[in-house]
């Protein structure tokens, strides 16, 4: 596998379920990104992990949660989402904060 | 604060050259980005152009950056109906020391007829 990897690729869910999306980059980056894609809306930037340390959290509701166990893994915990969080979620990689970010193919989120 | 805007919605005929425009707010910024996001794919790095540069060529790509009016472009000769994607402009925003991040626009769809 090259590049960055997100799983599931779609996932619909109920307002009262618990999923995770997954993340997974082999690049050999130290900066991974969470950002929300919803239709005629810029990207949303979510969540910055460096060094798997969180560096930003961009006013996200405490029901998605990241988690950044080692540079190359990132996950993103939903509980209790609402149809409005119904979205395009893109996992991103960079080397440092400072070069070109490299996206993944996304999750397609869909809240009943 | 940061903004970003593109037009929605541009269309043009196979072969013929696509110009899709970007302003942005920041006069600080040191990279701009197009990024172009094919359906059901994450987005993938077309180009980019460094602040102090006004034109950059890559093939069929020309990215012209005017600072004076933060007015960005990029310009695709021949289009192809592989170019049909959402092009999306970026700039780099610095808000302190190191720490930087990119601001994107709403995306411009380019529809490319036969």
């Known amino acids: 596998e090259t590049g960055v990897t997100q799983t599931p690729r779609h996932l619909v869910m109920g307002m009262t379920n618990k999923k995770s999306l997954k993340c997974e980059q082999h690049?050999?980056?130290?900066?991974m990104y969470w950002y929300k894609q919803s239709a005629k809306k810029p990207l949303e930037l979510m969540f910055v992990?460096?060094?798997?340390?969180?560096?930003e959290n961009n006013s996200v509701p405490s029901r998605f949660s990241p988690e950044c166990p080692n540079s190359s893994h990132l996950f993103l915990h939903l509980h209790t989402l609402q149809p409005e969080d119904s979205a395009l979620y893109l996992c991103?990689?960079?080397?440092?904060?400072?070069?070109?970010?490299?996206f993944g193919p996304g999750t397609r989120l869909t809240v009943l | 604060g940061e903004d970003v805007e593109q037009s929605l919605f541009l269309s043009v005929r196979e072969g013929d050259s696509s110009v899709i425009n970007c302003t942005y707010t920041?006069?600080?910024?040191?990279?701009l980005y197009w990024y172009k996001q094919e359906p059901g794919a994450g987005l993938q790095l077309l180009t980019y152009?460094?602040?102090?540069?006004d034109m950059k060529q890559d093939q069929r790509l020309t990215v012209l950056l005017n600072k004076k009016d933060k007015h960005l472009s990029l310009r695709i000769a021949d289009t192809q109906t592989g170019d049909s994607a959402i092009y999306f402009c970026?700039?780099?925003?610095?808000?302190?020391?190191?720490?930087?991040?990119?601001?994107f626009g709403t995306g411009t769809l380019l529809a490319v007829q036969p």
């Open positions: 991103a990689s960079s080397q440092d904060r400072v070069y070109e970010q490299f």
């Open positions: 690049l050999g980056h130290n900066a």
């Open positions: 992990y460096n060094f798997k340390e969180q560096t």
């Open positions: 920041d006069s600080s910024s040191t990279y």
């Open positions: 152009i460094f602040s102090n540069m």
């Open positions: 970026a700039e780099k925003w610095n808000y302190g020391g190191a720490t930087n991040k990119l601001i």
